[in-house]
């Protein structure tokens, strides 16, 4: 088992910062994923551990030993990239030992692993193919077949299902967390999209802008956000911000008025309370909203997405501002209907005018190993 520690990473190419000071410590075994927005610094932070990018500043340890300088070859790292990278002239069976043939392993030997790893990823029909003969699904299980023949200490995946359709997407998630399973190996997978990360990850690496926000299992993140780019990231659809017509306090208690004259009323920690009370935004999930009479949301109906098991609508609340509600089943909502929500009280967030989590700190979750302290969004 294997333990990666990064302390103070950073990546530069000349005067553009791509990492800035990037700390993560990931445990024996764990699969963690990075996810963040198309340039965020996920993919360059993976070629770091891989050794394929010099570290501009900082250090990186596995296993408590320093490769901040290290050849790749020495860190016992196989990396799964995007876009398979097979060799068109060979076999499965070549393309899967080839890395094994680099390293001189024996003939015998090497056959007998592509037979161990084709058995284990289902490819043994497909041994005396070439690429072009397979499917992306079966490429990418090639790929990833390489990367298991040569035994390394960590398996590094850069978007490896992105080139996939939907329906094969899911098939490969089930795999390689079956794949996980079995093998206890400790991996590290980039992605963009947040249904891979939350049902992937044992922990989760927001990243933004060569930062990273927040740590911590997907549904820590997912229930107890740190700001509002984690929030706001992770949902789908997206997380409502309604700025509030008005807000007072008392003591730990803001009191906010909704358009509409609708009124929630928060718990805060003592130390979180913002003064003055200005540019506050209440964080609403689609899907804690429920249609009922006299709630203290109310929206007219603009556009409705029928899903069949779930039903999305898209309104616009009496100052304006943009609503979405995930409703369960299938709703009978027309553009044009007025509708009135109830809010899921204990779920609501609270963000002030610098974007922080107010409510971070009361959530039972609360701030777990690895979790970062609270940053501030512009």
Do not use: W
């Not at 963009?192 to 927040?214: C, K, N, P, S, Y």
């Not at 789908?236 to 509030?244: A, C, G, K, V």
């Not at 009479?293 to 029928?306: F, H, I, Y």
């Not at 204990?346 to 979790?371: K, V």
């Amino acid at each position: 088992m294997t333990t990666v520690e990064i302390r103070e990473l950073r990546k530069s190419y000349g005067s553009l910062e791509i990492i800035r000071s990037a700390d993560l410590a990931i445990s024996s075994g764990e699969f963690v994923v990075l996810v963040g927005p198309s340039g965020c610094g996920k993919s360059t932070l993976l070629r770091c551990i891989a050794g394929l990018e010099p570290i501009s500043g900082g250090t990186l340890a596995i296993d408590g030993e320093d490769m901040t300088a290290a050849d790749p070859v020495k860190r016992g790292v196989a990396m799964v990239f995007q876009s398979y990278a097979l060799y068109p002239h060979m076999t499965v069976a070549e393309n899967i030992g080839f890395g094994l043939k680099i390293a001189g392993t024996p003939k015998p030997d090497i056959r007998a692993r592509v037979i161990e790893v084709a058995k284990l990823l289902k490819l043994e029909a497909l041994l005396d193919r070439k690429p072009k003969a397979l499917s992306g699904g079966q490429r990418q299980r090639v790929a990833i077949g390489r990367a298991l023949a040569r035994n390394p200490r960590i398996f590094l995946f850069d978007e490896p299902l992105s080139n996939l359709d939907a329906s094969l997407r899911g098939e490969m998630r089930v795999e390689l967390a079956k794949l996980h399973a079995k093998l206890g190996n400790t991996m590290i997978y980039v992605t963009h999209d947040q249904v891979e990360a939350m049902t992937l990850a044992d922990r989760m690496v927001v990243m933004r802008q060569g930062i990273i926000e927040q740590v911590g299992a997907p549904l820590e993140l997912f229930n107890n956000p740190i700001n509002r780019f984690v929030a706001g990231f992770l949902g789908q659809p997206p997380m409502n911000f309604i700025r509030f017509a008005s807000a007072a306090n008392e003591g730990r208690r803001v009191t906010g008025t909704l358009p509409g004259a609708g009124r929630v009323a928060l718990d805060l920690p003592p130390s979180a309370v913002p003064s003055p009370l200005e540019g506050l935004e209440l964080g609403v999930r689609p899907e804690d909203m429920t249609v009922s009479d006299g709630g203290e949301l109310s929206a007219t109906v603009e556009v409705v997405e029928q899903l069949g098991g779930e039903t999305i609508v898209y309104g616009r609340l009496a100052d304006g501002q943009a609503l979405t509600a995930k409703l369960a089943g299938q709703a009978g909502v027309r553009a044009g209907d007025r509708l009135s929500f109830t809010l899921a009280q204990e779920r609501l967030q609270l963000f002030d005018a610098m974007g922080r989590n107010l409510r971070y700190r009361m959530r039972e979750a609360g701030a777990q190993p690895g979790s970062l302290v609270e940053r501030s969004v512009p």
